[in-house]
């Protein structure tokens, strides 16, 4: 579910959010690090889980709620 579209700002560790372009999603996952000042986000990638570095000049970015535990 999509709870806040979000700028750079207000995004903090442990943020679970989307990344779109275009109207497609190209990564999802955990916020592990935030340089505001350069306006750079970190996650995990919930898909492959390695670390990936996002512009939020180039992508749309959404903070969506954290994903249920399985089970």
Known sequence: MITDKVQTVRIQLG????????GKLFHKGRVTDVV???ELIWIR???T???KLLDPE???II???AP????
């Open 68 to 71: 249920q535990a399985a089970g």
């Open 49 to 51: 889980g390695k670390r």
């Open 15 to 22: 943020d679970h959010i989307e990344a779109w372009h275009n």
């Open 63 to 65: 903070k969506v709620a």
């Open 58 to 60: 180039a992508l749309e």
């Open 45 to 47: 990638d919930a898909r």
């Open 36 to 38: 505001h000042s350069l």
